[in-house]
């Protein structure tokens, strides 16, 4: 099993930036396809990005493509989200989750473990 953390999150303004972290237990997280998954009040969780386990292959949401890059160190465990040019609308609870699929896992259903979230609220 793996158990998934979440760091980072806070207020921003507007055109500013954070960098999200999510740190994984488990023995076998290079296995792992990692995304990250926000949702705002209201509202369903939406896909954000994803990182393949075997080549680093990435996957953006059409909304942060450009702004928002996923990346990940399998020597700490730990999958990262540098947001740039953040907008209001990227206000949200960001969820950090984990696939045991190899294949694209842009889907939420295709994830097996899931974090309990960080909030990321960008004042305008």
């Known amino acids: 099993q793996v158990q998934l953390v979440e760091s980072g999150g806070g207020l921003v303004q507007a055109g500013g930036s954070l960098r999200l972290s999510c740190a994984a237990s488990g023995r076998t997280f290079s296995r792992y396809a990692m995304g990250w998954f926000r949702q705002a009040p209201g509202k369903e969780r939406e896909f954000v990005a994803a990182?393949?386990?075997?080549?680093?292959?990435?996957y953006y949401a059409d909304s942060v493509k450009g702004r928002f890059t996923i990346s990940r160190d399998n020597a700490k465990n730990t999958v990262y989200l540098q947001m740039n040019s953040l907008k209001p609308e990227d206000t949200a609870v960001y969820y950090c989750?984990?696939?045991?699929?190899?294949?694209?896992?842009?889907?939420?259903?295709?994830?097996?473990?899931w974090g309990q979230g960080t909030q990321v609220t960008v004042s305008s």
């Open positions: 990182i393949n386990c075997s080549d680093d292959r990435t």
């Open positions: 989750a984990a696939s045991i699929r190899i294949g694209p896992v842009i889907g939420i259903g295709l994830y097996d473990y």
